[in-house]
């Protein structure tokens, strides 16, 4: 555990303090939790993304290092490093409690990053909130990669799946499949280092949450080898504020197959599967680059609802 300290006398009469670590304690995590719901609430949004929170859940991640800003012995901010990209720098994502902002507690935690990490960093904003870019502004951060966030409705007409000569569909078998995914996953998303480097325990962790459903989850398969997937996930009510939400969680394919269709025919299962799920509305996560993506999501009926922002240092780009 490492420890970071400030003072600003002339605004305040106690120090801030920043206490860095590998593994939460369980009455951290519950304080962290709390502070993310707190945030949550008074935003409308989650300000940590899915991976985050399972494994601040489960008390850390053996590579990844937590931040903890306390303010008068009260949890008033936290970030999360995570250094999956070797050569665009750790992934970092940061919450201040709601009634710790416009104090500086921001930068504070945000310096202590920078000082962790040595500068080189990605900082995502979720929601584009304007908090988020004002102080990623003022510290010298420069917008450089949104993450789009689609939607459409269930209750319009869906086409037909037509699948690819000689591929077949069926759903995901676990204590099966495990190995055989992760080689299609690495392989669909080698450029996209968030989604291409899970590992057996990504995987596990998600088999183990409430919402995990394996019929769900599609394989394509050519002959006996698998070239393709849709993962499904419903969002429920009491986690999220709304109603039952369906997800295009993850669509992958074999490089090898792209061109043939699949991935249209796989997004359309998934979406047909949700619907018979007595579901509504459904959604989906797409890099704004992703051109041909947001084209495919397009002509099945999505369109862009909100967005999450990625920031790093000017002198990065």
């Not at 419903?234 to 792209?258: R, T």
Request: charged residues 25%; aromatic residues 8%; proline residues 5%.
């Amino acid at each position: 555990m490492a420890l970071f300290a400030s003072s600003t006398p002339r605004v305040r009469s106690v120090s801030v303090l920043v206490k860095v670590q590998e593994r939460l304690d369980d009455e951290e995590i519950a304080d962290v939790l709390g502070l993310v719901e707190a945030a949550t609430e008074a935003d409308g949004i989650r300000p940590l993304n899915e991976h985050v929170m399972l494994h601040l859940r489960y008390g850390g991640d053996p590579q990844a290092r937590s931040l903890l800003l306390y303010d008068r012995e009260a949890l008033a901010g936290y970030a999360h490093v995570d250094p999956t990209d070797e050569v665009e720098g750790p992934s970092v994502e940061l919450v201040i409690h709601p009634s710790h902002r416009r104090r500086g507690d921001g930068r504070r935690l945000l310096a202590a990053v920078l000082e962790l990490t040595g500068g080189t960093l990605r900082l995502w904003a979720h929601g584009d909130h304007p908090g988020a870019g004002a102080l990623a502004a003022s510290s010298g951060f420069d917008r450089v990669r949104s993450l789009w966030r689609m939607r459409r409705s269930l209750l319009t007409p869906l086409d037909a799946v037509t699948l690819p000569e000689g591929v077949r569909l069926r759903t995901f078998e676990p204590g099966r499949d495990e190995e055989a995914w992760l080689k299609v996953n690495a392989a669909a998303f080698a450029h996209h280092p968030e989604q291409g480097a899970w590992t057996m325990d990504d995987l596990l962790l998600r088999e183990q949450e409430p919402w995990f459903d394996p019929d769900g989850f599609f394989l394509a398969f050519r002959d006996d080898r698998l070239v393709g997937f849709h993962w499904t996930k419903i969002h429920g009510s009491s986690d999220h504020g709304h109603e039952p939400l369906g997800e295009v969680y993850v669509v992958g394919v074999d490089p090898s197959q792209q061109g043939t269709g699949l991935g249209r025919a796989l997004t359309l299962a998934g979406l047909v599967h949700l619907r018979s799920r007595g579901l509504g509305q459904a959604m989906l996560y797409v890099d704004e680059a992703n051109t041909a993506a947001i084209r495919l999501y397009e002509s099945l009926g999505f369109s862009r609802w909100d967005v999450d922002v990625m920031y790093a240092p000017a002198s990065a780009e």
